[in-house]
């Protein structure tokens, strides 16, 4: 299942003045915090193992991980089936609450989500809303 990809942000009401890599940037930082709690898929550790590595080191951003792992695309194969169960919930686009939580977080100030800057910075200051949704959600299922 294919939950989000970059290209689907690069037309219509995208902003002119932004390569299209900054439809990356929302999907990179919720698939770079699952990544980072250790929810890869066993596929993706396999094969991915240096680019993994390059974000746990954060010598790469999350968009550009996205962007260079998966082509934009975040799809289920490329986490586990927790991390799945977590993103039908939370980041569905029509009903989640993960864009209310980038946007409140990153994009208050902004023209738009898509100028939220593909940074460690930006993502530190979304990974504990993040964090938060989670454990409110696991403490649901038990």
């Known amino acids: 299942m294919k939950y989000d990809d970059a290209s689907w942000h690069s ?3 995208f902003p002119s003045d932004l390569p299209a890599e900054a439809g990356a940037t929302h999907i990179g930082m919720y698939l770079a915090w699952l990544l980072l709690q250790g929810m890869a898929s066993e596929e993706l550790a396999e094969d991915a193992e ?3 590595q390059a974000l746990r080191e954060r010598s790469t951003t999350p968009g550009l991980f996205l962007l260079q792992c998966s082509d934009g695309k975040f799809v289920d194969d490329l986490v586990s089936d927790e991390a799945n169960t ?3 919930v939370y980041y569905d686009l029509e009903n989640g609450q993960y864009l209310e939580d980038y946007e409140e977080q990153l994009g208050a100030e902004l023209l738009s989500l ?4 593909d940074t460690w910075e930006n993502f530190d200051r979304l990974a504990p809303a993040i964090a938060q949704r989670f ?8």
């Open 11 to 13: 037309g219509g009401h």
């Open 50 to 52: 240096e680019d993994l």
């Open 86 to 88: 977590f993103t039908a």
């Open 114 to 117: 898509y100028h939220v800057a």
């Open 135 to 142: 454990a409110a959600w696991q403490a649901t299922r038990t």
